[in-house]
């Protein structure tokens, strides 16, 4: 049975991406889960694996092309047809970095196409060489895959991209339609952290280091649970219309050394137990720092959360990440006065904003929200 | 075991939580958090590394312990001299 392995699709806002390199050729033997191509889109390098065992027939788009989401890349022979599988490779992998490098390389001279020959220009591309500056030594000037190799040993290699300027670049695109488009209202809610506090506390220390919980555990959770009852704030908002989701699954901004900012999701946090949300928040975050996510991680979320918990800022206004519509941010748990029964103490503190979108909610369901948010944290056996 | 061994071990249980993290830039007396983003999940993963490696128990209340290399394994050897080991 001949199948087709095609561009994948990382999302509801991702309408192409380009194929930067190759990672099979014609004849060779592929089984499920071996990385056959690598991808760009505008969440970063993917690592795109094969969905099924077989035989590649044949390539049928060359590096550097971009093309709409769903085009068939390859041809494979004896494959079963199964669910796609993708990883994603943020640009700090060697691998990946070397990929953008060779992205960048221009496939057309300022005259026209430069003239190389086809190995020439796959090595080019391997080694991040700009090939306009390659001599050619072939007939009429075509530069040999000789020539490639003589001046990349000849030339100290090219700096790869920097990864931290990518993932602004990423960033910014995303951040600027987010302001561009969708009309945000804020509101903002300080409450007690007392009793998370010594919840997780009395948690901590009657169970297993492993099941340890970070206070960013309970404040998905509780986000989670809001979102479940008030589903006009999960979801998506495209071409006009907003389209609740029926699960939710939360995005968690995590930033990886270097500059780097991604927000996967966690699937339906609002079935999961704490210690479950706990253990794939800790295999997420380390996954985001030691660079593989899975393609559903990006793609899925229907709201998220952001937190600068250990940062010492009193808040954070956050822009929704398009096209979902709405996003909560929050702020340090901080010791500040409060007053307790008439008594002013000293009280940890937490400040949560809730950014969300005008064209689906207004403020009035928005300070509802966050009020289920806080009144979650209030009671954190429940969550 | 001694002090020289267990900072070899710590460090590379430090370097397994902070892969990116360049090891010859890393200064032992100075706070992780101060030299790179090392955050509470960092720490989280970096207890239960020496947790599994040491067998040592790290309370919660000791994590503060484990702020920078050099007391992390200061931390780490006295705990194993309190258990004896």
Known sequence: MVSEFRMPSLGPDMESGTLVAWRTHPGA????????????????????????????????V?????????????????????????????????????????????????????????????????????????????????ITLEDVVSYAAATPKAPAAEPAYDMRQVIAKAMSRSKREIPHYYLSLTCSFTAARAFLERHNSSVSIEQRLLPSALLLKAVALAARSMPEFNGCYTDGVFSPATSVNVGMAIAARGGRLVAPAILDVDRKTLQAVMTELRDLTTRVRTGHMRANEL??????????????????????????????????????????EGVVQPVPVLTMTLAADHRVTDGRAGARFLAQVRDALQKPEGL | MNEVDIEARVLQLFLEVAPDVDAAKLRRDVAFRDQFDFDSMDTLNFAIGLHHAFGVEVPETDYRELASLSKAVAYVARRLHERGG
């Open chain 1, 29 to 60: 033997r592929v089984k499920r889960g071996d990385v056959i191509a690598l991808v760009e889109t505008d969440k970063g390098v993917i690592d795109v694996e094969v969905f099924g065992s077989g035989t590649i027939e044949e390539l049928l």
């Open chain 1, 62 to 142: 060359e590096p550097g092309t971009r093309v709409p989401v769903g085009t068939v890349l390859a041809r494979l022979s004896g494959a079963e047809q199964e669910t796609p599988l993708t990883s994603i490779v943020l640009p700090s992998q060697p691998e990946a970095k070397a990929a953008i490098a060779a992205e960048r390389v221009p496939t057309l001279a300022p005259s026209g196409r430069q003239k190389i020959s086809p190995a020439a220009r796959v090595r080019a591309r391997e080694l991040g060489i700009d090939v306009t500056k390659v001599p050619g030594s072939g007939a009429g000037g075509v």
């Open chain 1, 299 to 340: 793609a899925a979320s229907t709201i998220t959360v952001t937190s600068l918990a250990e940062e010492g800022v009193d808040l954070i206004v956050p822009a929704i990440y398009p096209p979902q519509v709405a996003i909560v941010g929050f702020g340090s748990i901080l010791e500040r006065p409060w007053i307790v």
